[in-house]
Structures are given as C-alpha cells and as structure tokens.
C-alpha cells in the first residue's frame, strides 16, 4: 500500500483538531454537570507545506508548541491505562476519551492521550464519589492524540481515517474492555458501547425466569467467568424475562472471542433448559405441525392462562 506522505503530514494535524474541539466542549461540561473546573487541552498541531524545495521527497511536516515538563502516556489506542504512576490523571483522560465516544455517538473516540501532567499523583484505583480539590489542580497538557472512528460515518479511505493507528471499532472495543467508568464519566450522563453499538454476535434465548438467573449466575458470576475465559469486551443479558424470546449480545475486538462466548454461554443455556423446561418437539405427524403461525400464537395464550403464568417459548427451525 503506498502511501501519500502530505496525508500521512496532514493526518496528524487533523487529530489534534478534533481532540481539541472535544476538549473544549469536556471542560464546559465538566464545570456545568460535574462542578468540576478542570484544565486539559491539546497543543496546537499545524502541518507545513514547502513553497519551493529542490528536494522532491520534502512533501511537508508537521509541527507544534514544544512542551517542557514530565510528559507520560495516559492511555493508547489498544486499552492501555497507566492506573499505576499517574491513575488519577488518567481516569479523567479515559472519562474524556468515553465523552468523545458518547457526544459523536459512536463515530469517533479520542484515544492515546499523552503529554504533560502536572498536580497530585495518586494511583488510579480508588473510586470517589465527586470532584476534590486535586482534582481541580491538576493540569493535561496533551500532545499527539489518535482518533478511532467506527469505519462508518468516517470512511473515506485509508488515511482519511486518520492513519495507520486507527484501530476502528476494533480499538474502540479494546477501549471500553479495560474502560471502568468513574463518577465523572456517571456525572456526564456517558452512554455505554452497547447503548450506541451493535454487537459483534448476537444470540436469542427464551424468557424464562430461571434460565436468566442462570445465565446471570450469582452476583453475575457467570457472564463474568465468561468474559475471562474469552477475553470479550461485554456480554449484555436482561436483567428480567420480559419477551418470549430475548436477545443476549456480545461485543469483542476479535470475532473469534464472541464465537467462543456464545458457544459458552449456549452450552450453559441448554444445560439450564435442561433443568427447569420441558422441550416438546413437534414431529410432522402431529396435527399441531399443520398450525399456523395465528393459531401457535393463540394456542400459548391460552396454555399460560391454563398453567397459571407458565413461560412457553415457540420456536421454529
């Protein structure tokens, strides 16, 4: 794949553009909704162009505000969190990576967050419950960002989605599995990737009661021993059976992880079924196999209302 080396320039210009309009509008937010006055910004980037140059292969280059102090890596495009050495700094960097996410509803997230910190260090694993005074008096001065777009309302080719490091919705997944929302992100009101996202693979089962606390296992156990055998990113279950059949989702950065999580939890699903349902097949002799549609849909009302509330889930295949 050849590249066009301006692009390649350009590209890294346009990334500062955006994180710097997302920004500006995480800091109104963060003084309007989480009482919290906070200074983070990216330096600006500005890409070059020669008027003239003898030398051919001198295509252009991009420049920007050299920044003085401990510059550090906050996050990266695949997930990385540095929790340990600047955690505090970096739970506010991750909360505005998910409200770059949350305000282009899914198109983009603003991801890699690195530069110049400076207040507190604290480490990153103690959660609050609202702003503190270190919290207003730490500083992100940021550099080099990388934006991951959905590969759908930002796909223009190769470099017009901001490079090589845009991961797509591949990285987006990698954000949000080691993502843990803070009382920021909760302050803001920022939608989760299932609450703007399809997921990767998608599985129905049948509304019972049982069987979903099964599924769920206790305190979700279950859906969580899943996710850490498999490495998905989240496995959405009802938390109620409130369908004939309901839908179970899975997101993952890897097709391969989903398959594995669905066939995990289907086995766990039929040895449920198997312990709380009967399964009545219908064999083509029988004179309910010449049914239709109507009449199965009728004949379950009628079933429930006889047994007094039992779940009857028809299935077809």
């Not at 509803?105 to 207040?119: E, H, M, T, Y």
Request: net charge neutral; glycine share 8%; with cysteine.
């Amino acid at each position: 794949l050849e590249l066009d080396p301006q692009a390649s320039v350009d590209v890294f210009a346009k990334q500062t553009a955006v994180a710097h309009f997302y920004a500006k509008r995480f800091r109104r937010d963060c003084e309007l909704h989480a009482q919290l006055n906070i200074t983070l910004d990216f330096v600006p980037c500005y890409a070059y162009r020669p008027i003239s140059a003898e030398d051919n292969d001198l295509a252009g280059f991009c420049g920007e505000q050299y920044l003085t102090g401990n510059f550090v890596k906050l996050t990266s495009n695949a997930g990385f969190v540095n929790r340990e050495e600047y955690g505090a700094h970096a739970n506010v960097a991750a909360a505005f990576s998910h409200y770059t996410f949350h305000h282009s509803r899914g198109a983009l997230l603003v991801s890699d967050i690195q530069g110049v910190c400076a207040g507190q260090r604290s480490p990153g694993h103690a959660e609050t419950n609202g702003p503190s005074k270190a919290d207003s008096e730490r500083l992100w001065l940021l550099s080099d960002p990388q934006v991951l777009t959905d590969g759908n309302q930002y796909n223009f080719g190769d470099w017009e989605r901001f490079g090589r490091g845009d991961l797509g919705m591949k990285g987006m997944q990698m954000f949000f599995k080691s993502h843990k929302c803070s009382w920021l992100c909760r302050a803001l009101h920022l939608r989760k990737i299932h609450e703007l996202k399809p997921p990767t693979l998608q599985c129905y089962i049948a509304g019972s009661t049982n069987v979903l606390a099964g599924l769920i296992g206790v305190k979700g156990a279950t859906v969580r021993n899943i996710r850490a055998e498999t490495g998905v990113t989240l496995i959405t279950v009802p938390r109620e059976a409130y369908a004939e059949w309901m839908p179970i989702g899975f997101y993952s950065s890897s097709l391969s992880s989903a398959e594995d999580a669905t066939r995990k939890l289907r086995e766990r699903y039929r040895g449920l079924v198997a312990e709380y349902g009967v399964l009545l097949t219908i064999t083509p002799d029988l004179p309910a196999a010449s049914w239709s549609a109507e009449v199965w849909r009728s004949q379950r009302a009628q079933w429930i209302k006889e047994s007094g509330g039992a779940q009857i889930a028809l299935y077809r295949g």
